[in-house]
């Protein structure tokens, strides 16, 4: 009988076991190390250091230079900082609970969906004294403590500057203009960048045309609409908003060479771009400053009632090389 006992003890054992494991599995591996890392924040939570969660949409390459300067230059000024991706509003929406969830001193979002329980979750946040500061999206300034980013209308007169100065000297008069961008960029800046060229262009009396394309770096069909729009030579005139895409137009171009005659302009600071740029294939680099983007961000957490500024828009500068 004492052996039967033992046999069903052991058997209920073994089920809850398994039980708890397919739970387990069932849970989000991610989600999991999220939430765990957000109580080690909290653990190590002491009075001269602040507790930050950086939520942004998902490209670990799109947002490499701003975390490489952000996650660099927080540990000099202690500040702990937990990085959060979302690639749908769901998503965005779980990273901000878990941040009002887990107490932060500050939360850093680049938000791209703006939903009516988003706006929700930033007025609870800032109920709970947690400072929320907007990153390259000005869309919605008034409900965030305060944002920095870049000024994209600016910037789009910024680059036709550029394309003005190129076009004179390869003697192009009328401007046939692919801007190439990518899907976080196209959402955070709209039609803003192509209207501060349209806008530039049309002061200057110069005849032109532009057509605004989205690729992702990496993607097949992308890369196949890249190899079309150059295959073509309906452009003479190219722009790239990012480095990544300006790796992938150079990346096209290099496998099908066209007419050399044409203006060129890119975006980062990577030292094969450089290089490219002293070789004539790039005529210039604009590039959004994302070091200082990250810096800023980080000097107003340490000293914020004096450097933030309530619902106004603070500009990033943009490099020219």
Not at 123 to 142: E, M, T, Y
Not at 217 to 232: M, P, T, V
Not at 256 to 273: C, E, M, Q, T, Y
């Amino acid at each position: 009988m004492s052996s039967t006992k033992n046999f069903i003890l052991k058997y209920l054992i073994i089920t809850v076991s398994l039980l708890l494991l397919l739970i387990l599995v069932w849970l989000s591996a991610s989600d999991f190390l999220v939430i765990r890392k957000m109580g080690n924040l909290n653990n190590f939570s002491q009075n001269n250091y602040i507790n930050c969660a950086v939520i942004l949409p998902k490209n670990e390459m799109y947002w490499k230079e701003f975390l490489g300067e952000f996650e660099q230059f927080a540990q000099a000024q202690k500040v702990l900082s937990e990085t959060i991706f979302y690639e749908s509003e769901q998503e965005e929406v779980f990273g901000l609970k878990l941040a009002l969830f887990s107490k932060f001193d500050f939360v850093i979002l680049c938000d791209l969906f703006h939903s009516s329980e988003i706006k929700s979750l930033i007025d609870q946040l800032k109920l709970q004294k947690i400072k929320v500061i907007s990153i390259l999206n000005s869309n919605l300034k008034d409900f965030f403590d305060t944002t920095l980013g870049f000024d994209y209308f600016q910037k789009g007169r910024l680059v036709a500057s550029n394309i003005e100065i190129v076009a004179k000297q390869k003697n192009l008069d009328r401007l046939k203009i692919a801007v190439i961008t990518n899907t976080i960029n196209k959402s955070l800046s709209g039609n803003s960048e192509v209207e501060g060229i349209k806008s530039y262009l049309k002061e200057k009396g110069i005849e032109f045309s532009v057509d605004l394309f989205s690729i992702e770096y990496g993607n097949a069909e992308s890369e196949k609409l890249l190899n079309n729009i150059i295959a073509a030579q309906q452009y003479n005139c190219y722009y790239t908003t990012e480095e990544l895409e300006t790796f992938a137009f150079i990346d096209s171009f290099v496998k099908s060479p066209k007419d050399s005659n044409f203006i060129f302009i890119g975006a980062g600071d990577d030292s094969r771009l450089l290089r490219y740029r002293d070789e004539g294939l790039i005529d210039r680099l604009v590039m959004p400053n994302y070091d200082e983007l990250a810096i800023r961000s980080i000097l107003i957490m340490k000293d914020f009632e004096k450097l933030s500024s309530k619902s106004q828009f603070i500009p990033i500068s943009i490099i020219v090389k």
